[in-house]
């Protein structure tokens, strides 16, 4: 019996467009003009709503953005718990693999950095709550990834064993996250950054979600 804990943005669900069309509403709500783009800035959408608004802030040439950040960043979360849901899709073949898991008898859980309320209620919407009985959320607990707390904690709601853990996530934040707790990590390549988190050096990588079963095989003989 495995634990497998997934992260949600950029892993589980594109959720991208929202994310940026929220940091823009944001930005609108200042007086700025938008500044983020679907597609181009993906990948600093699954960084956070903080990572878009310095972006945003670099690209305004602001000589002091943090103030803006912290100003935008509650406007930015209202405007995504509004439309959290518009464009985001869930990745093809994901609900198939957890799925899968499932029925095999192995654990299944999610560890993110969107804050709790906001990540329980788009897995609500995307028809996913049954299927993932644990969720840690960016303020479920005092400390977020890349702390390895909020994965362990996962891995104990679930009544899983760390030794036969894995996180399946897509960014820098779960590889330093899964490093600092000793759990292999596996990150997918359909993200925004494609094959280049090779570079980050998981444990494995996933090119589709067809493949998991075997991927996690590998991993645990």
Do not use: W
Not at 8 to 37: E, R
Not at 142 to 149: N, W
């Amino acid at each position: 019996m495995l634990s497998v804990v997934f992260d949600l943005d950029g892993t589980l669900a594109d959720t991208a467009g929202d994310l940026i069309a929220a940091a823009n509403a944001a930005l609108g709500a200042l007086g700025h003009a938008p500044q983020l783009v679907h597609g181009p800035d993906d990948a600093t959408a699954f960084a956070g709503g903080r990572a878009m608004l310095r972006l945003a802030g670099e690209r305004m040439a602001l000589a002091e953005p943090e103030p803006m950040v912290e100003a935008g960043y509650p406007l930015l979360l209202d405007a995504y718990g509004r439309a959290i849901d518009t464009h985001t899709t869930l990745y093809p073949g994901a609900v198939a693999a957890v799925d899968r898991l499932r029925a095999a008898g192995h654990l299944v859980g999610i560890c993110t950095n969107k804050p709790e309320g906001l990540a329980v209620e788009l897995i609500a919407r995307l028809g996913l709550t049954e299927r993932f009985p644990v969720l840690i959320g960016a303020d479920t607990l005092p400390v977020r990834k890349p702390d390895p707390t909020p994965l362990f904690e996962v891995v104990t709601r679930l009544g899983g064993d760390p030794s036969r853990a894995v996180l399946i996530g897509d960014t820098i934040t779960d590889r330093k996250t899964s490093a600092a707790a000793g759990i292999p990590s596996v990150l997918v390549t359909f993200g925004p950054t494609g094959r280049a988190v090779a570079d980050l050096s998981p444990e494995a990588l996933l090119d589709h979600y067809d493949e998991l079963d075997q991927v996690l095989a590998d991993l645990f003989p």
